[in-house]
């Protein structure tokens, strides 16, 4: 059984900051790709950034220049910076490892 479990969302205003982290736990070994997906209300799922096994990440082009994706293997735990934030930010955020786990989810607000 693997958990991924997300933290560090919560209320911002327009401009700031958030760094949100994904503890992985469990049945769990070697390096996966893995990614931030975040669903708006009322909209589909989206994908917000992704990091190879191989250490190579991409991502939306809505968060280029404000949101960096990381990892630290040691830790299990993946990290998204986010600079910059927007209203049109808010959703809930959630981290998955491709194609087989997925958490929660965690709640990012960005007032404006």
């Known amino acids: 059984q693997v958990q991924l479990v997300e933290s560090g969302g919560g209320l911002v205003q327009a401009g700031g900051s958030l760094r949100l982290s994904c503890l992985a736990s469990?049945?769990?070994?070697?390096?996966?790709?893995m990614g931030w997906y975040r669903q708006a209300p009322g909209q589909q799922r989206e994908l917000v950034a992704v990091?190879?096994?191989?250490?190579?990440?991409n991502s939306a082009e809505s968060v280029k220049g404000r949101f960096t994706i990381s990892r630290d293997n040691a830790k299990k735990t993946l990290y998204l910076q986010m600079n910059s934030l927007k209203p049109e930010d808010t959703a809930v955020y959630s981290c998955?490892?491709?194609?087989?786990?997925w958490g929660k989810g965690t709640l990012v607000t960005v007032s404006s």
């Open positions: 998955a490892i491709i194609g087989r786990y």
């Open positions: 469990g049945s769990i070994s070697g390096i996966y790709a």
């Open positions: 990091m190879s096994s191989g250490g190579t990440t």
